[in-house]
């Protein structure tokens, strides 16, 4: 048992555990430099610890933005992935948990966001509570120069601090990605996505939304990181016993002074931004991976046959050029006159042994009662190809169901229409006995569990038919 764990879910923990160590280690860094460095010095004068605990998660959510896309860049992960034995089975477990990493990743990025927020939240509410009116010292005890203030400071004369949260580049982007991520979040829900799938797939491409607010959100640089405050300084006593620096501005010291000039000027800039540059690498690849989806859609697609089988459900037998298939895989379909943008996945029931590949859907929702209606779904009379609808197809993409044949034994277990990547895997089977190939399975558990009696009567034809040809 210890052993199987080892074998099959300690390389999945030992990814996510590395994940985990990688932002915590990036928020301690990134809490521990704005706590104590000397650039930050003012800014913690005026806001205290916030500015530690809103730049902790900031880093979490740029660290976070670089691989949030890659585990939905499908075509990426099938290359990884490979098809051949060269690839190593664990590394196959890992890369089948793609979904659950961006979740994971996902719901990481909103609770930055969130702890971010609220910092930023006591920020403008401290900026706003103590520069009405600007005195020389804005707190009990070091002098502070004027110049450490943030950038637009002087709009928080005339505004509460609340409006002050909408009248900067920060603030009004900042508000926007939290509505963008709210509504991805709420609408990622299991029930929204399996019942009202539409809404799941246009929230989720706000995505677009939530990178270029993300992109400009440091744009007005409302960050003073104080230029001259590192390096390195002289002090002297003058005849008169005044204490003259010279050099840089060391703040901790030049703030306790009480005369004025003792010290050099402090110089100020803004912190530029960095959360364009982060998103870059991960962007440019899904810009990739877009562009590939985007030319296999272009590809024809010929539909050779339609049959419809019982339990509402019909099978939908094509033909593409050069594409080829593994036992256990998917694609993704498109169909324009039903759904311009959509694209849905199903499995694949046929065997690359097969002249054509076929996919089986069962009629559940709008878009396959559509899609039905438009196959000729009811009808007596025989449709031409021409009246048949377009389809596009994406894939195939591969799933653990297709490393069954690295295995001497496999137990196959599918519920419902589930079981449908299991159609091909048993034709395969089948195919291969036939034709006298070696392979390693030797025996195939066959279980599958459907809530209803008549659920068997759409495959039953090629189960029978697979099963007969195999014990003759």
């Known amino acids: 048992m210890v052993y199987g764990w080892v074998v099959n879910e300690l390389p999945k ?5 590395t994940w985990a160590l990688i932002n915590i280690v990036l928020f301690i860094y990134q809490f521990y430099n704005f706590s104590t460095l000397p650039r930050y010095f003012y800014t913690r004068i005026l806001v205290r610890e916030a500015l530690a605990f809103a730049r902790g998660p900031a880093i979490i959510i740029n660290f976070n933005i670089i691989i949030i896309l890659l585990p939905v860049c499908r075509n990426l992960i099938s290359l990884l992935r490979g098809t051949g034995t060269c690839m190593p089975r664990t590394v196959k477990r890992i890369l089948d948990k793609n979904l659950t ?8 990025i909103i609770a930055a966001s969130a702890m971010h927020t609220m910092a930023h939240y006591y920020n403008y509410e401290r900026i706003a509570s103590v520069i009405r009116p600007i005195p020389t010292t804005l707190v009990e005890g070091p002098r502070y120069p004027l110049e450490a203030l943030p950038k637009l400071t002087s709009r928080f004369l005339v505004q509460d601090p609340l409006t002050a949260c909408f009248i900067t580049y920060a603030g009004i ?9 709210f509504l991805m979040m709420t609408s990622s829900i299991e029930f929204i996505r399996r019942s009202y799938f539409e809404v799941f797939w ?8 939530f990178l270029t607010g993300l992109a400009f959100h440091q744009f007005q640089q409302l960050l003073p990181v104080q230029k001259n405050a590192e390096g390195t300084y002289f002090q002297n006593l003058t005849a008169e016993g005044v204490i003259n620096v010279v050099g840089a501005h060391p703040p901790a010291l030049c703030s306790l002074l009480p005369a004025k000039g003792v010290c050099p000027e402090a110089t100020f800039k803004g912190a530029p931004p ?8 991960g962007l440019f690849i899904y810009i990739i991976e877009r562009i590939v989806r985007f030319i296999r859609s272009l590809q024809r697609v010929v539909i050779i046959k339609v049959v419809q089988h019982p339990s509402k459900t019909i099978e939908i037998q094509m033909k593409k050029r050069g594409f080829t298939t593994e036992a256990g895989q998917y694609v993704f379909i498109n169909v324009p006159s039903v759904a311009l943008f959509e ?35 009811g009808r ?7 009246e048949l609808p377009i389809v596009a197809i994406d894939g195939p993409f591969g799933t653990a169901s297709e490393d069954v044949f690295e295995h001497d034994v496999g137990m196959l277990v599918g519920a419902g229409i589930g079981v449908t990547p299991f159609a091909s895997i048993l034709k395969s089977v089948f195919y291969k006995l036939t ?3 070696k392979i390693s399975l030797k025996k195939v558990y066959f279980y599958w569990i459907c809530p209803e009696p008549q659920s068997f009567e759409w495959f039953a034809d090629m189960l029978s038919s697979v099963e007969g040809q195999l014990t003759a």
Do not use: C
């Not at 923990?13 to 555990?17: A, P, Q, R, S």
């Not at 246009?202 to 939304?209: A, E, P, S, V």
């Not at 960095?274 to 690498?281: D, P, Q």
């Open 13 to 17: 923990w030992i990814v996510y555990g």
């Open 202 to 209: 246009y929230t989720h491409h706000l995505f677009i939304i």
């Open 380 to 386: 007596n009379a025989f449709q031409q190809s021409w």
């Open 101 to 108: 990493f961006h979740k994971a990743v996902a719901w990481t």
């Open 343 to 377: 694209w849905h996945p199903f499995t694949l029931t046929s065997s690359q042994e097969e002249a054509y590949f076929s996919v089986h859907i069962r009629i559940v929702g709008d878009w396959t009662q559509e899609l039905s209606r438009q196959l000729g779904d």
């Open 173 to 181: 982007t900042g508000h926007i990605i939290l509505v963008v991520l």
């Open 274 to 281: 960095l959360s364009w540059k982060f998103m870059l690498g």
């Open 435 to 437: 034709s006298e190939k």
